[in-house]
């Protein structure tokens, strides 16, 4: 199975910082790779899809990028409604593995 | 509205079964993938089966397989999971979730969640 090492674990940050959030995949997944938000006590929302496609509805200061087994989700200017943990998740291979998170919360 | 509810979680005893429900409405149900997602409170995301538009190709997670049963009911918009000689590891979240295509696996739409609890 293809795992998915996520850092950092918790990532505190004010409002207006650029945060950064990295994806690393155990082999090649190619750009198959997905980001969710998820806030507590609510379902998640995908984000971002093939590294870098933007869902629809999603606001233009999330971003994705890829470095062939390390990928990174960028929120250009933090705003209060962005304080939540993100996944990221791999559709290459089965077992279409998630990494464990990263809890955006204020510092 | 594209949506799609849960139903059917609950307390079970270990060992026993249990079968959850997911009625999808504001797209074509029979274009896109299904899969079920489950979350133990507070951890992270797991997937657990999924299912192609016309039931072609399942999947399994390991941790699940041959004790869940993944289907669909195209004619009534309905996915389902079979769920059993469930173990206490169980005990999560499932989500419903509509593949972004039809066999994607990028989990585009989620429902809100329906809880199994396992315990005796």
């Known amino acids: 199975d293809t795992q998915m090492t996520q850092s950092p674990s918790t990532l505190s940050a004010s409002v207006g910082d650029r945060v950064t959030i990295t994806c690393r995949a155990s082999q090649s997944i190619s750009s198959w790779l997905a980001w969710y938000q998820q806030k507590p006590g609510k379902a998640p929302k995908l984000l971002i899809y093939?590294?870098?496609i933007l869902e629809d509805g999603v606001p233009s200061r999330f971003s994705g990028s890829e470095s062939a087994t390390e990928f990174t989700l960028t929120i250009s200017s933090l705003q209060p409604d962005d304080f939540a943990t993100y996944y990221c998740?791999?559709?290459?291979?089965?077992?279409?593995?998630f990494g464990q998170g990263t809890k955006v919360d204020i510092k | 509205e594209v949506q799609v509810v849960e139903s059917g979680g609950g307390l079970v005893q270990p060992g026993r079964s249990l079968r959850l429900s997911c009625a999808a409405s504001?797209?074509?149900?029979?274009?896109?993938?299904m899969h079920w997602v489950r979350q133990v409170p507070g951890r992270g995301l797991e997937w657990v089966a999924g299912i192609t538009w016309n039931s072609g190709t399942i999947g399994y997670a390991d941790s699940v397989k041959g004790r869940f049963t993944i289907s669909r009911d195209n004619a009534k918009d309905s996915l389902y999971l079979q769920m059993n000689s469930l173990r206490p590891e169980d005990m999560a979240f499932y989500f419903c979730v509509k593949d972004i295509g039809a066999h994607d696996y990028v989990f585009h739409v989620w429902g809100q969640g329906t809880l199994v609890t396992v315990s005796s």
């Open positions: 504001g797209f074509t149900f029979g274009d896109y993938a």
């Open positions: 093939q590294a870098s």
């Open positions: 998740q791999q559709y290459h291979s089965p077992q279409w593995t």
